[in-house]
C-alpha cells in the first residue's frame, strides 16, 4: 500500500464522496505532490494535468469514474504544489516523461493506465510510447498526444530563458489579492467556469507577505527547446501498444495549433488508421473540468472495457529505491 512505501508520505485525507488523500514523493529537486482517490488495490491509473494547471483539474471528473481504481493525479514538476526544478532548468517532454518514471517507481507500478489532460496527454504519449510494457491504457482529453514544434520554437524558447534569468526576483513572483488573481486567472484561460478557477486555485496560489502568488514556476512559460517534427510524432505513436481513447472538445484545442493543424490532423487520422476510440463532445478545452458529465461516461467505458475485463498483472516485486 502507498502509506508503507519508504518516502512516500500521505499528507492529509478528507472525506468527501469518497476518501482524497494528499500525497508527497520525493525527487532530487524537491517533491512532487498530488491527490490519490480510490482503494489501495484498485487498478492504477496516473492522472496528468495540462499546461499551467494543476491536479486540481481531475477534482470533478474523478469522483464521477468507476471507483474499482486507484487515481493518482499529480502536480508536474513547476505546477501546482510540487516543486520547481534547479535554476536554469528547461521544462520539456522528456523531462516530464521521466518524472512519470520517477513516480511508478515510487508507487511500486510496473504497468497502469494513464488519462492525460492537454499538455498532460502529450506526456502521457511519449511515456506510452517509449514505455509500451508499463501501459494498460491511455486517454487523451483534448489532446493529440503529440504536437511538433519547429527549429523556430527551439531558438524562442533559449532567448525567453535568457530573458527570464535577467529579471529580478520581484519581477519573477507577483502578489496579487485572491480576487486579483481569479480575475487574471480567468483572463488568461476564459474557457474556465468560475468554478472551475476556484478548484485549480486551490493548489494554483500561496500566501505570501503582502497577498497571494502564483504556485507555478514562470520558467513554464518558455517555449519547448526539444524539437520534435511530425515524422517522429507519427513513429512514437506507432510504438504504443495499450488501446487509446481521445475525446476532444468542439471548441476545444484545434483552436489553439496554429500552423500545426495540418500535423494535428495526421497525427488524429494515425489514432483512427490504428483503430483506436476517437469521440468529440459539446464542450471547449477545459469541458472534463466544467463538465465532466459529459466527459466521465466515455472514459469509464473505455476503462471498463479495456482495463477492468482483462486479467490484472501481476504487482511490481522490486523494492522502491525511494
Known amino acids: 500500500m502507498l502509506k508503507d512505501l519508504k518516502g512516500v508520505r500521505h499528507l492529509h485525507s478528507s472525506a468527501m464522496k469518497q476518501t482524497v488523500s494528499e500525497l508527497s514523493i520525493p525527487v532530487p529537486w524537491g517533491e512532487i505532490r498530488g491527490k490519490v482517490w480510490g482503494p489501495d488495490h484498485g487498478r492504477p491509473v496516473l492522472c496528468l494535468h495540462g499546461w499551467a494547471d494543476n491536479c486540481g483539474t481531475f477534482n470533478t471528473l474523478i469522483p464521477l469514474l468507476p471507483k474499482e481504481y486507484r487515481y493518482v493525479a499529480v502536480d508536474l514538476a513547476g505546477h501546482g504544489l510540487s516543486s520547481h526544478r534547479h535554476p536554469g532548468v528547461f521544462y520539456s ?13 515510487a508507487l511500486h507500478w510496473s504497468h497502469f493506465s494513464i488519462i ?20 494498460d491504457s491511455v486517454v487523451l482529453l483534448d489532446s ?30 507577483r502578489v496579487y ?42 520558467r513554464i512559460n518558455v517555449k519547448n527547446i526539444v524539437r520534435i517534427n511530425l515524422e517522429q510524432s507519427l513513429e512514437l505513436q506507432s510504438e504504443i501498444k495499450a488501446p487509446i481513447l481521445v475525446v476532444l ?74
Open 177 to 218: 489579492t485572491y480576487e486579483n488573481a481569479v480575475e487574471r486567472l480567468s483572463a488568461a484561460n476564459p474557457t474556465l467556469s468560475e468554478r472551475s478557477v476556484h478548484i485549480l486555485l486551490e493548489r494554483g496560489l500561496v500566501q505570501v507577505e503582502g497577498g497571494m502568488a502564483f504556485t507555478r514556476d514562470l
Open 144 to 173: 493529440y498526444g503529440f504536437l511538433p514544434v519547429d527549429q523556430k520554437e527551439m531558438r524562442q524558447g533559449m532567448d525567453e530563458m535568457f530573458q527570464f534569468e535577467k529579471q529580478s526576483e520581484e519581477k519573477k513572483r
Open 93 to 105: 517532454f522528456p523531462e516530464y516523461v521521466m518524472d512519470v518514471c520517477r513516480v511508478a517507481e
Open 116 to 135: 492525460g489532460h492537454s499538455m498532460g496527454g502529450n506526456v502521457a504519449g511519449m511515456f506510452s510510447a517509449l514505455y509500451p510494457e508499463m501501459v
Open 249 to 322: 472538445a468542439e471548441d476545444g484545442f484545434e483552436k489553439f495549433v496554429g500552423h500545426n493543424k495540418k500535423s494535428a490532423s495526421a497525427i488524429v487520422q494515425a489514432y483512427r488508421d490504428r483503430k483506436h476510440t476517437l469521440v468529440t463532445v459539446p464542450g471547449d478545452h477545459h469541458v472534463h473540468l466544467n463538465d465532466p458529465e459529459v466527459v466521465a461516461p466515455l472514459v469509464s467505458d473505455f476503462l471498463q472495457t479495456k482495463v477492468l475485463t482483462q486479467p490484472a498483472r501481476p504487482a511490481d516485486e522490486h523494492t522502491s529505491k525511494i
